[in-house]
Structure formats: C-alpha cells, structure tokens
C-alpha cells in the first residue's frame, strides 16, 4: 500500500516524489534534482575553464595543470557553493511556507468554532472586510524575506567563488584579495609578514581602513557631544537641505529657459549665496534668522549640555532636561555607532566567523572582537583573528600625533644611545697601532696626504672640511610646510632599523666568536630594541588617519590553507559596502543632464535649404513675440509666479514654523 500512496506520510524515501525525506517533488515532474545539479556544475565549470584556456598564453596552459587539478578543485568549489546557496533556499521557502499554512488552518479552526454566530453577522462582517480581507501584506513581506534571503546566499556564495577563483589564479596572496577595486581608497595599512614563531608556515597580516565621516552612511557622534552642538547640526544639515532644493529650483529654470546650465564652481558658489537666506552671525539679535528654527533663550538653556546631567541639578520639568530627552528619544547620539557595531558582528555570525571575546567600550566609541579570549601568541592557534573598530574625532587624532611624536623621539634617542655605547667599545677592543678599519688608514696617512697633496694644491684637507653625510642613508631633503604638519617619519625609521643592523654586525666584528658578558647585554639591548621599533613601525601612524571610522584587522593564518584570510575578505567588503556610501565626486553625483547633449543644431527653425527663413514665418513670430512682451495681467487674476524675493519670504516663514 506505501508504494500505491507515495505522498503519504508514512512513506519515507529519498527519491521518491513528495515523500518524506525526498530531495523530489511532484511537482517537478519526474525531474531529478541530482542530475539537474549535476547539469548545471558542470556547465559552468566548463564554462570557466574554456575562459581559462582562451585567456591565458600556451606556454603557461602547459604548465598549469589545467584539465587535471585544477578542473576538480574548480568543479568542487561551484559544487558546494551552489549546494549551499540551493538547499538554504529551500529551507528558508519550507520554513515561511509552513508558518503561513499553520497560521492559515488556525485561522479556518476559528472559523469553525464561532458556529453560534448569527450567519446575518457573520454575512454583514464579511461584506464590510476587516484588517485581513484580501489582505496580501503579510504574504508579501515573507516573499520579499524569502528572496531576500536567496539574494543574500547567492550573493555570499559568489564572492567565494570570486576570491577562490583569484585566488587559484593568482597563486599568491596580496592585497588585493582583500578589499576590491571600488574600496581600495579606504585602506590606510596593508602588511603581509612571516610569523615571529612559525616564519615557514605562518603569516601575519594586518589591514587598516579608514572611513571618513562624510562616507559613514548614519553618522557617528562621540559619547559626550553637546546636545547643543547635535541640535546645531541638524539644523546645519536641514539649511543645506533647503538650499539644494533652491538650486535645483534654480537649474530647472534655466534648463526651461534655454540657457545652459551652472557650472560645478558657479553651482558652489550659488549655495554659498544662499546660506545668508538661512542663517547669519548676529547671535545677540532674537529676530536673527539663526533663530528661525530654535528661540534664543532655549538656545541658551542648553550651552554645554552634555550626555549627562547632575544628579542635585536634574529637574524633570526644566526646558532643558525636556530639550535632552526629546533629543535622546531620536537616538541620534548612538545610533551611528550601534549601527556600525551591528553590522560588523551580523556581518561576523553569517559567515561563520565566530569570536569568543567581545569588549564594546560604547562611550569610548571602541569596539574590540577576537576570535580567542587569550592573548598570548605562543599559546594561541596557527588561524585566528582580532577587529578594532574605533571612531576618531580631530581632538583625539591631534592627541595621538602628539604621542607619536614623543615616541619617535624616545626611539632616537635610545638607538643613538646604543650606537654610542657600541662605538665606545669597538674603539676600546681595537688593537693600538694595527690597521683595524678604514678610519685607522685614514687617520695614519692623513699628515702624508696634507703634505704631499692638499697643501700643494691648497684644496682643504678631509678634516677641515664639514661633513653631512652619515654614511647609513642618504641626505634627506628638508620637509615642506605640509609635510611637517603630515609627518610620515619614514626616513626616520627606517634610519633607525639600519643603525640598530650596522650595531649589530660592529658587535660580532669586536668579538668575533667569543661571547663574553659585555657582549651578550649588547645583544640583548640592540634585539629589544629592534622588536620594539618593528612593531612601532607596524602600526598606524595617526597623521594618515582623518576622522571617521578605523577598522584595524591583525589576522594570522597558515600559509597553505589561509582560510582566515579568505572569510575576512568577505567580511570586510561586506562591512564597507554596509556603512560606507563610498568616494562620490559632488560634481558628478549633481548631474542630471550631460552639458555635451546640449548642441546648436537642437534649436531647429523652419526655412528654405540655403539657411533663410521663410519671411511670413518670421513675421508672425516677431509679431506673436511683441504681443506677448505688451501683454498685460488681466484684472483679478493674480501673477502666479511669484518673485525672487517673495519666494525666499515664504521660505522663511516655513522655517519658523518648523
């Protein structure tokens, strides 16, 4: 009887239609979804290796393993993308499907209980519908979740498909496998370096992007921002509303006129014009138009007014506490930061990149995400990565350069002391009358050279003269006024990772093979110091950082798997894409028509084929044209084109009245 009823529930088969457990439909048709899958996989790995073979010379096809490993791999990687992308598809549809079934049957057992209902009620009810007749919102919203959901696994699935893809033919890892080309302004620090434990088989990469605060798409305020200043710039933000609706208003009009449109400079200084229609700088004068939007003495009320308010000084019933919570209540504060933290850790959860410790420092504006709570990298795993998301403002940037500064400074002066103190021993382990170096030959024929060269030619001798170079990098050009106030401090550390080298080898020259106790607290001092500026070199130098948004990612991965690597590269375009608007040039982010349509031969005018205008044609017009220009405004209609300053007047009473 089970294989007369293959739909019934009792039936449990792989294959058959509709049975339970069965990869099958009915409704397919006797269609098997294996050899459908197996259709479409190899399709499209042919597909992509016939690419392969048009794009790429001979003599690299017969090297690279083109029809041997390299199909497998391939075949295996669209295989268990496209597995994955369908049966979450399926699952997510299954699951939608059965909740609406179930809130559909409670529906009809509802129906069905309330039988003491009058069926004239019952009738009239109907007729007159409710929230649910023929309602199709909830429908469509599990629709939309269920494609969204698809386009989001699709999306997901191809990106790893695109980065294995690169990677395979890359055969190599760089930078760009991380961000792609559209984000590639934001990074400020890329480094790929071997492992200090495992420099064979482990690398360390670190990868720093910055955000400006013009790109986040909801903008980040710091904890301790006035209210005055968050009210400020809303209104900031709605003046400049105003005026691109005027501008627009502005080039609309021309464009109807016939005249070319504004330029990109006169589309700038048009808006600037306009700002004194908005605000001005009279902050005594309570009629000012900077009090359009908010009174002056409620202006007052709220000066330094911060996230909190004393506990002795809080009154509920004051205008400023109402004027905090009102401002609170919008959330404008936080919602920046949260937004950009949500998305970082849902972004983190989807691609199964999971962390065990998580510090969210919300005043701070510091977010902290590693994939393991400890922190020693000797007891830590081969893969493995750490997040910092931070938001800088001016103040904090222009404290870090301070400090920046202060350690280059404490670095020089260090080095230059061990270089002292390495000198000083190298000239006391010289042997006294024996040639040990060049300075040694200098020094024994230098009264010699004076003797029978300089002083016959009257050139100065080597001593006289000053010397500039230092014989370890080259003579460094003098800083311009912008790159003091940009220091990159380059040259600098790179000087001192080659005095601490040259330090080096003078210390094995004075001893040799001997390791006696002065040698081995020189080692120790000129090693600690080139682990300490290596990894001061490693870090961001705050003068490349503009306020915004920093994401700094330290990954360590295995250099033949590398599967850190590959799932945070997802991850980061994933997060930019979701908090960043990108690089938008304003000029053309303006444009709604392109200058180079607007030609001459447009303005087309009836005529003859040598160019003249008909006579009548141009009569008439010139006629039509002065009966317009004569015409005057019939009594009781009013103009309705209102003037340049009437329109600015009813702008300002909206203002006022917002």
């Keep these: ?54 794009k790429l010379p001979q003599e690299v096809l017969k090297e690279l393993d083109v029809m041997g490993g390299l199909k497998q791999k391939l075949y295996n990687y669209y295989n268990q993308n496209y597995q994955n992308m369908f049966n979450r598809y399926v699952v997510t549809t299954e699951d939608e499907m059965v909740k609406k079934i179930r809130g559909f049957i409670d529906k009809e057992e509802n129906k069905a209980l309330a039988r003491y209902t009058p069926k004239e009620i019952s009738e009239m009810l109907d007729q007159i519908g409710g929230a649910d007749k023929f309602n199709t919102a909830e429908v469509e919203k599990s629709i939309v979740n269920m494609y969204g959901h698809l386009q989001g696994h699709v999306q997901r699935g191809l990106n790893d498909l695109e980065n294995e893809t690169n990677a395979l033919l890359r055969q190599k890892t760089d930078v760009g496998a991380f961000i792609r080309g559209e984000n590639a302004y934001s990074i400020i620090k890329c480094s790929f370096k071997d492992n200090a434990f495992k420099p064979k088989v482990v690398s360390d990469v670190k990868l720093s992007i910055n955000i400006l605060e013009s790109e986040l798409i909801s903008p980040i305020l710091q904890y301790q921002a006035s209210v005055e200043y968050i009210i400020k710039d809303q209104i900031s933000k709605t003046i400049s509303e105003f005026i691109d609706r005027e501008i627009e208003v502005l080039q609309d009009q021309l464009v109807d006129e016939g005249k070319e449109e504004l330029t990109d400079s006169e589309l700038m200084f048009e808006r600037i014009k306009k700002v004194t229609d908005f605000t001005d700088d009279e902050k005594e004068d309570e009629s000012s138009r900077r009090y359009a939007f908010m009174a002056k003495n409620m202006v007052e009320k709220i000066e330094g007014l911060r996230a909190e308010i004393p506990r002795d000084e809080f009154d509920s019933q004051n205008i400023r506490e109402n004027i ?78 301070k400090n920046y500064d202060e350690q280059v400074d404490e670095f020089r002066r260090e080095v230059l002391h061990a270089w002292d103190v390495v000198e000083v021993v190298y ?35 080597y001593e006289e003269q000053e ?63 080139e682990k300490e500026v290596e990894e001061f070199d490693y870090i961001i130098n705050p003068y490349h950082v503009q306020p915004g948004l920093v994401l700094d990612v330290d990954i360590t991965s295995i250099k033949r798997k590398k599967y850190t690597l590959n799932s945070m ?36 005018t009836f005529g003859d084929s040598s160019g003249a205008a008909a006579p009548v044609s141009t009569e008439y017009a010139n006629k039509l044209k002065s009966l317009n220009e004569g015409k005057e405004t019939p009594k009781g209609k009013a103009d309705v084109t209102p003037s340049k300053s009437s329109r600015k007047k009813v702008n300002l009473d909206e203002l006022s009245e917002i």
């Excluded at 375009?573 to 608007?581: A, D, M, P, W």
């Design 1 to 54: 009887m089970a294989g007369d009823l293959p739909r019934s529930p009792n039936v449990f088969h792989p294959t058959k239609p509709s049975a339970v457990g069965s990869r099958n439909s009915l409704a397919q048709d006797g269609r098997l979804q294996n050899d459908e899958f197996e259709r479409v996989v190899q399709e499209e790995s042919e597909k992509i290796l016939k690419e392969i073979e048009t």
């Design 324 to 401: 905090k919570r009102i401002v609170d209540d919008e959330n404008i504060r936080n919602r920046g930061f949260n937004t950009a933290v949500n998305n970082l850790t849902s972004i983190l959860d989807t691609s199964k990149m999971g962390y065990q410790f998580v510090e969210n420092l919300k005043n701070a504006r510091e977010l902290i995400i590693k994939e393991y709570e400890d922190a020693d990298p000797a007891r830590l795993p081969d893969e493995r990565y750490q997040i910092t998301l931070k938001f800088y403002d001016n103040d904090q940037l222009e404290k870090l350069r």
């Design 427 to 461: 000239q006391g382990k010289k042997s006294r009358g024996k040639i040990n170096d060049f300075d040694d030959l200098s020094k024994k024929t230098s009264a010699s050279i004076k003797k029978q060269i300089k002083d016959v030619s009257g050139d100065p001798t």
């Design 467 to 529: 010397k500039n170079w230092n014989e370890i990098m080259r003579l460094r050009v003098e800083d311009t006024d912008v790159e003091r106030l940009n220091q990159t401090y380059v040259y600098e550390k790179e000087l001192l990772k080659k005095m601490l080298r040259k330090s080096k080898e003078k210390v094995a020259i004075t001893f040799g093979y001997e390791n006696p106790k002065m040698r081995v607290v020189a080692d120790q001092r000129i090693d600690f110091l």
């Design 569 to 604: 590269a997802n991850v980061m375009n994933e997060f930019l894409n979701g908090v960043s608007k990108g690089f938008a040039d304003a000029a053309f982010a303006s444009f709604k028509r392109r200058r180079s349509t607007v030609r001459d031969d447009i303005n087309q």
